[in-house]
């Protein structure tokens, strides 16, 4: 997706695609000119021939018509141009900020915690989380015991199984429940900073998070 990251030149782009939302096209039928071709035509018909007033009210109706439309499609190009604006502002202030997205990795930073939850579609007898390094080694491991249905909150302190603090990095998130007889993978949501905010050419608006790459604004689980 062609996207352009949101600045000042981006703002002011939007804002003066509001300021000039409404401004006249150089190839529109004007009223003016509409009465100005209509006395013409009144004035060069056939007087043998003349056209009924019913003919010239059923132009001018339809002229009404149509330009009524045309202020109709004006001003709902402009609230969308100014919804876009807002919703790109708003957006932009998110920059910095945590937030939990459906993901299984996440950095890890000196000093901070990982939180997240655990999506348990149905109640199980025994649910565990591991932890990997980017290299794939298990560091870490916590059972969680039997859990009812629903999010299963947690955070992650960045220590080892013997309580030793991990480097900082990028680490993977496995969540397993018991069904029966077989052992399921579940989904995880976990927490991620917000790098920058992009807009694409259709105005669709995408938060660049930290260690899990584009995502939508829709897949934000939680603002933290």
Do not use: C
């Not at 703002?11 to 100005?36: W, Y």
Request: proline share 3%; net charge negative.
């Amino acid at each position: 997706m062609d996207t352009t990251a949101i600045s000042t030149s981006n703002i002011s782009d939007l804002s003066n695609r509001v300021k000039h939302a409404d401004a006249p096209k150089s190839n529109e039928l004007g009223q003016d000119v509409f009465l100005e071709l209509m006395i013409t035509q009144m004035r060069n018909q056939n007087p043998l021939e003349p056209q009924s007033n019913s003919e010239f009210v059923a132009q001018l109706a339809q002229f009404s018509s149509v330009e009524g439309l045309d202020k109709l499609n004006s001003t709902t190009e402009t609230m969308a141009a100014m919804y876009q604006s807002s919703q790109a502002l708003q957006a932009s202030s998110m920059v910095g900020r945590e937030v939990t997205v459906a993901t299984e990795t996440a950095i890890l930073e000196n000093g901070n915690t990982v939180l997240g939850t655990i999506e348990l579609p149905a109640s199980s007898g025994h649910v565990e989380m591991n932890i990997y390094n980017s290299g794939g080694a298990l560091v870490a491991h916590e059972e969680l015991g039997e859990r009812a249905a629903g999010d299963i909150a947690f955070a992650w302190d960045g220590t080892d199984a013997e309580g030793e603090r991990l480097p900082a990095g990028t680490y993977r998130f496995e969540a397993l429940a018991s069904a029966g007889d077989e052992t399921v993978q579940l989904g995880t949501a976990l927490s991620a900073n917000i790098d920058s905010v992009s807009i694409g050419g259709n105005g669709v608006l995408t938060l660049n998070v930290a260690g899990v790459g584009p995502v939508s604004m829709s897949s934000v689980r939680e603002i933290l």
